[in-house]
């Protein structure tokens, strides 16, 4: 069994050689043939694991680095905020227009000016049906109260502005954060508190090492015989202490390399212990007869 502090060393030194690992892995399994099986019926191919997600992740806007919340290594949950840039006059704006989406003085004033206008028409016809108000009286009851209605509509519409723009401020403001998009491992933390980040240029670094992903160039005669679900043994190759594994297939491409002729088969393997990515497998399929 594996320490906990042997697993971190190997968390964070196998997750930083993920990325440079996950061209060369494929590159490493093309051409391979079967390696000698004593059973006739399966098959051994060599393989790197990798993540199942790797993220480079960055700031949509410029801004300057306030707070770097995670370091290299520690183990991080979908949700979690990592890094953030420094936010006082955002947060402001997005107070200020809090404010404004909340203040319904407007509107109230504009709705009782309405039902006065309704009212005051309604006394001006009943008037003027028995020869109190005249015809010009009339006619300006019913452009007041028309006017009124218009004035109440253009400040609802005013008030649903303005709840889009606090909508829009709080937006900008959460993107002045980087959120984890996954439960993993952060691999690299490229800027710090005081430094400046740049539109879509890499911040932080993650990855998610529970589930692995290993992916086997099989001879094309070979993987036509293996399906989705299919499972296979995992023999780790550099650590002896590592148990055997079990993956299950859960991508066969649909295109064979016509050179090679192989296909790409990828497997996933539960990794609740953290195994770092990166280390060399023996997978060993058994087919059918």
């Not at 227009?97 to 203040?103: N, T």
């Not at 900008?172 to 800027?191: A, F, T, Y």
């Not at 932080?204 to 499972?231: F, K, N, Q």
């Not at 649909?254 to 997978?283: Q, T």
């Amino acid at each position: 069994m594996v320490s906990t502090k042997a697993k971190r060393w190997l968390i964070t030194a196998g997750a930083m050689a993920a990325a440079m690992l996950m061209v060369s892995a494929s590159a490493g399994t093309d051409r391979q043939q079967p390696m000698t099986n004593d059973r006739a019926e399966s098959w051994s191919f060599r393989a790197v694991s990798r993540p199942s997600d790797h993220r480079s992740l960055a700031f949509s806007l410029r801004g300057m680095i306030a707070h770097t919340i995670v370091k290299a290594g520690d183990e991080i949950t979908r949700g979690q905020v990592l890094v953030k840039l420094e936010d006082s006059v955002q947060s402001l704006t997005v107070e200020l227009a809090k404010l404004q989406a909340e203040d319904m003085s407007d509107i109230d004033n504009a709705k009782r000016t309405m039902a006065f206008r309704e009212e005051d028409l309604k006394y001006t016809r009943e008037s003027s049906q028995q020869g109190g108000a005249n015809e010009k009286e009339l006619r300006n009851a019913v452009f007041q109260a028309d006017l009124a209605k218009i004035d109440y509509e253009s400040v609802m519409r005013g008030m649903q502005q303005r709840r889009v723009s606090l909508a829009r401020e709080k937006a900008r403001l959460d993107e002045m954060q980087i959120v984890s998009p996954i439960d993993g491992v952060v691999v690299e933390v490229l800027k710090q508190a005081g430094e400046t980040a740049d539109e879509q240029s890499p911040v932080v670094s993650i990855v998610a090492v529970d589930p692995l992903w290993l992916d086997v160039s099989v001879p094309t005669a070979r993987a036509m015989e293996l399906s989705v679900g299919d499972t296979a043994q995992i023999h780790w190759e550099e650590v002896d202490a590592l148990p055997e594994m079990e993956g299950t297939i859960i991508f066969r491409s649909p295109v064979a390399h016509g050179g090679a002729r192989e296909m790409l088969v990828r497997l996933v393997v539960a990794n609740p212990d953290s195994i770092p990515s990166g280390l060399h497998a023996k997978v060993t399929f058994r087919g059918s007869k």
